[in-house]
């Protein structure tokens, strides 16, 4: 069995920040307006800024994920989904569209998606590849769609998945933990930032004493 720290020190890692955008985390996007409870958002940002300042310390490559909707995308089958409710969500160019709390820095990628997955009909797989990235280390929102979606592509791509659990949030207790239970048991690794940050800072000591 491979352990945490061989999957995030030995391979080649790559964060993962997934829709952290503000129709789907801020109080006033388009699903907490809706009546969406975002409050799992507000807990676990302290979680994933950490998460990203230790990534930045240690190069880290950082990614970050953020939905687009427009109409060259909004096909019959998609645009009715959730029976249309989903429909003005992150639309291009929209404030909802932008990141919440976040923002990638100089060096970072973006990459864009118009569906669940960041792997379906974008250029995710390719830069990993170029990176040589093996690992990856998913967060964001919510849980159970768009970072479960990412995940279990991923997976299917034969890229090591390690979720975290701290540094995810969903719009209910339950969707949340059947995804951290779904993953753990078919697609990759369930833990906490605490657990990563570790490895990492214990990485570095050890690299400074060489």
Not at 46 to 66: D, G, M, S, T, Y
Not at 100 to 121: D, L, T
Request: charged share 25%; glycine share 6%.
């Amino acid at each position: 069995m491979i352990t945490l720290e061989e999957l995030i020190l030995g391979r080649r890692a790559a964060v993962l920040v997934v829709d952290v955008q503000n129709d789907y985390c801020h109080p006033e996007g388009a699903l907490g307006l809706g009546g969406a409870d975002v409050s799992g958002v507000r807990d676990m940002m302290p979680n994933l800024h950490r998460l990203l300042a230790e990534a930045r310390k240690q190069k880290v490559p950082v990614i970050f994920i953020q939905t687009f909707h427009e109409e060259a995308t909004d096909s019959e089958a998609w645009a009715t989904r959730s029976a249309g409710k989903s429909a003005a969500v992150c639309r291009t160019g929209s404030w909802g569209a932008e990141f919440f709390e976040v923002q990638p820095e100089q060096g970072e990628f973006i990459v864009n998606k118009h569906r669940y997955s960041a792997f379906v009909n974008t250029r995710l797989d390719s830069v990993l590849r170029t990176l040589q990235i093996d690992t990856l280390v998913v967060t964001g929102v919510s849980t159970n769609v768009c970072v479960e979606s990412t995940a279990r592509d991923g997976f299917m791509l034969d890229y090591h998945i390690v979720l975290l659990k701290d540094a995810c949030a969903s719009y209910s207790r339950e969707a949340h933990e059947m995804t951290l239970q779904n993953i753990e048991e078919y697609f990759g690794t369930v833990t906490d930032t605490p657990e990563v940050i570790q490895a990492w800072e214990y990485s570095r000591k050890a690299a400074a004493l060489r």
